[in-house]
């Protein structure tokens, strides 16, 4: 029972992370996927079952591969599992990792995210 939440925290932690990152490369990024493999891995073999939510932490960290308009696309394409947040530190990222630094591009990079997030059909009954 206690491990039951624990890939879902570390998950967490590891997206969190990128908060603190100055910026992003292949190498970074590999090493992420593989510690939240190793941690997958070793939560499975306490619990004997597959811990699906690290999954979580390793997709998102290869977006952090893309361009940004192949963030963007991946969106549109696939949806999304992220917050406007995360999702918004993972365009920043990309900008800074392939050299955007024009602030007119990056804003254009965010408005777009946002038109992406805001038009997401709702979930649930609305009354």
């Given at each position: 029972y206690i491990f039951e939440g624990l890939a879902h925290l570390a998950s967490r932690i590891l997206i969190q992370?990128?908060?603190y990152l100055e910026h992003i490369d292949q190498i970074t990024?590999?090493?992420?996927?593989?510690?939240?493999?190793?941690?997958?891995?070793?939560?499975?073999?306490?619990t004997a079952s597959r811990e699906v939510a690290l999954d979580q932490a390793r997709h998102f960290y290869e977006l952090l591969c893309m361009e940004p308009d192949e963030i963007l696309n991946a969106l549109l394409e696939r949806g999304t599992q992220f917050s406007e947040m995360q999702l918004l530190n993972a365009l920043q990222l990309?900008?800074?990792?392939?050299?955007?630094?024009?602030a007119n591009l990056l804003a254009s990079y965010q408005q777009k995210l946002s038109d992406i997030l805001g038009a997401k059909p709702s979930k649930g009954i609305i009354v």
């Open positions: 992370a990128s908060n990024v590999q090493r992420m996927c593989r510690n939240a493999i190793a941690l997958q891995q070793t939560l499975s073999n306490i990309s900008c800074k990792s392939f050299g955007i630094t024009d």
